[in-house]
């Protein structure tokens, strides 16, 4: 039907075609010819596809372009035409694919919704056959596709924070233009990374521009389409070097604007996944751009209400830093420690996470360098109220490789952390922290029982010392009352010299 469908058009519309666009006049008199010697049309069925090609060329002229319509070899399909046609087909399609529908309305434009739709998957089918180079105009005019279905602006949002922190639990929002931005992203993702496509000249079409505007689409409230962005990016960033540095850049810049400014961006769990691949393929030694891109960017990245949001990526970025260049493992936990939570019990317990998984990674010389303020830390973290993050805390000393950074320097460590311990035992109200609280108190005891006693009887001291001088302020305050109760009270006016303050 669609076949004998364009080749009626084709002739009734050879005349306008010349008249309003020459290079679409030349290609429907290819494609009309070939679509002659192709097919050939029953008589039974004429009346009906002529009904029905009326139909639909009423509904599409009043969206498509008219030359477009008019000419409608788009319609074609790649297997009815020559090879040497196939290019210009393939145009005609991604020109045919330029015309943007509203999809909050399912009412508007069924037809030429469809019609699209169809255009779409034959373009995607082509493009992943990879029969033939494609030419710098196929490659211009797919580009400008891309750009005009999926850059757009995004409505503003309404959540307290787009990011997630305490509204993770919210249903995602779906675009309901999905099934056609669906199958532009499959175009563009086997574009890119198809063997056809000569990277030289696309590079001049995926330019700067083009990368701003699409990491500009990782905003987006749809999952569907932030994680077929995190597919195209990484493509973009293997195939095209001489992009990587501005990718870098741009990507750093999103960041920063993310924790400094806003603190609402949908896709920094998408984008941190893409740059732990980045950086695992980063070379050695570490350059210092990618430094500072550790301390400057991911670092600061631990500050936001929202990090549960992307905390499980950017530990993988961070870890990869230490695994590629072990002596970044206590640059890596002062920063933790600069922007460690002190009110969201929540961050602390993730907090505690990330410092066991960088630990595992950490040799001793560096351990040496950051243990004190580190234990000083964790040690008010195993006293703290909250169970899950004195729970969490004293979990570490189930970690054998914990175990083996803390032996060596116990003399150090557990001074740190023996009064927490102690604390613990006499007042936590949890009795599941109470019982671990038991058992690390005992594997400190074996590890030294004489370090371990002198602990406990400095601490004994230091408590009674603490009690002494509690009750010296209490008598302290009782004779001062006293003193206040016995002072007669104060009647009439009492005349004050005021000194000229000027």
């Not at 010819?33 to 639909?56: L, W, Y």
């Not at 290019?87 to 005609?92: A, E, M, T, V």
């Not at 987006?220 to 293997?238: A, F, N, Q, V």
Request: charged share 25%.
């Amino acid at each position: 039907m669609w076949k004998q469908f364009v080749r009626k058009l084709q002739k009734k519309s050879s005349k306008s075609d010349a008249i309003s666009d020459p290079s679409c006049s030349s290609r429907s008199k290819d494609s009309g010819a070939s679509g002659d010697s192709i097919q050939k049309t029953s008589g039974s069925n004429a009346a009906s596809n002529r009904s029905a090609t009326a139909a639909v060329k009423r509904m599409s002229s009043a969206v498509f372009p008219a030359s477009v319509v008019a000419g409608i070899e788009p319609l074609l399909s790649f297997k009815d035409v020559p090879n040497q046609e196939k290019q210009n087909l393939f145009i005609g399609k991604l020109n045919l694919c330029c015309v943007v529908f509203d999809f909050n309305d399912p009412s508007k434009n069924p037809v030429e919704k469809d019609l699209k739709h169809q255009v779409l998957v034959d373009l995607v089918e082509y493009v992943s056959a990879g029969t033939a180079k494609f030419s710098e105009q196929a490659i211009a005019a797919s580009c400008k596709m891309f750009a005009i279905n999926l850059f757009r602006v995004f409505p503003p949002n309404n959540r307290s924070s787009s990011s997630g922190g305490e509204n993770e639990d919210d249903e995602p929002s779906f675009d309901p233009a999905w099934p056609h931005l669906q199958l532009v992203y499959d175009l563009l993702l086997k574009f890119i990374a198809s063997s056809s496509v000569d990277a030289k000249i696309v590079k001049k079409y995926v330019d700067h521009s083009f990368i701003l505007r699409l990491l500009d689409l990782f905003d987006s409230e749809d999952p569907r389409e932030r994680d077929c962005l995190k597919t195209i990016l990484h493509r973009i960033y293997g195939k095209f070097m001489v992009h990587r540095p501005f990718i870098r850049k741009a990507v750093s810049n999103i960041f920063c604007r993310f924790v400094f400014e806003s603190e609402r961006h949908n896709g920094i769990a998408e984008m941190l996944e893409v740059f732990g691949s980045v950086i695992s393929g980063f070379a050695l030694p570490l350059k210092e751009e990618h430094k500072m891109f550790l301390w400057r960017v991911l670092i600061p990245l631990h500050k936001p209400k929202a990090v549960g949001v992307y905390m499980q990526q950017l530990t993988y970025c961070v870890t990869q830093f230490i695994e590629k260049d072990p002596k970044l493992a206590s640059t890596v936990i002062r920063g933790l420690l600069k922007y460690w939570p002190v009110t969201s019990s929540q961050k602390e317990v993730m907090f505690l996470s990330e410092v066991e998984e960088i630990l595992e990674s950490t040799s001793m010389v560096e351990f040496q360098k950051i243990m004190v303020p580190l234990f000083q830390r964790i040690g008010s973290c195993l006293s703290s109220s909250h169970f899950q993050v004195a729970e969490r805390a004293l979990f570490l000393w189930n970690n054998d490789r914990i175990v083996s950074l803390i032996a060596p320097n116990r003399q150090v460590i557990l001074p740190c952390i023996f009064p927490y311990l102690e604390k613990n035992t006499q007042t936590h109200w949890n009795q599941a922290v109470l019982n671990v609280t038991l058992n690390v108190r005992k594997m400190l005891s074996e590890m030294d029982e004489e370090l371990f006693v002198a602990c406990q009887t400095k601490f004994e001291e230091e408590e009674q010392r603490r009690a002494a001088a509690g009750e010296m302020r209490r008598i302290t305050w009782e004779r001062l009352e006293t003193a206040v109760a016995a002072m007669k009270p104060v009647s009439g006016y009492i005349p004050v010299l005021v000194s000229n303050l000027r």
